[in-house]
């Protein structure tokens, strides 16, 4: 069983910058990619970006958020950030951390159906 726990979320204004965290915990013996989803009120748990297990650690990012927004991993830290800069008022939203299991292929690491452990999410308010 993973343990994911997210934090560094927060207010800002428009044009600002926050930096998540996701502290891993559990799930000893495997490998994991990493992802990042966030869900505003009333819409869809939606993809923001995704790391990958391995040592070269491939990245893909949502095209709403590319440019602005940079995914990284410290393996010897079980740790997964999120460094969100030029953050928009679209932005808003409650941030998930999520894991899934890299034994596991063919998967989409888009969706959220192909993760198998997730936070309780960190809320990030952008203001005008």
């Known amino acids: 069983q993973v343990q994911l726990v997210e934090s560094g979320g927060g207010l800002v204004q428009a044009g600002g910058s926050l930096r998540l965290s996701c502290a891993a915990s559990?799930?000893?013996?495997?490998?994991?990619?990493m992802g990042w989803f966030r869900q505003a009120p009333g819409k869809e748990r939606e993809f923001v970006a995704r790391?990958?297990?391995?040592?070269?650690?491939?990245?893909y990012y949502a095209d709403s958020v590319k440019g602005r927004i940079t995914i990284c991993r410290d393996n010897a830290k079980n740790t997964v950030n999120l460094q969100m800069n030029s953050l928009k008022p679209e932005d808003t939203a409650v941030y998930y951390c999520?894991?899934?299991?890299?034994?596991?292929?063919?998967?989409?690491?888009?969706?959220?159906?192909?993760?198998?452990?997730w936070g309780q999410g960190t809320q990030v308010t952008v203001s005008s």
């Open positions: 559990g799930g000893s013996g495997g490998s994991y990619h």
């Open positions: 790391i990958s297990w391995s040592l070269g650690s491939s990245t």
């Open positions: 999520a894991a899934s299991r890299a034994i596991v292929t063919s998967r989409s690491l888009s969706v959220p159906s192909s993760y198998d452990y």
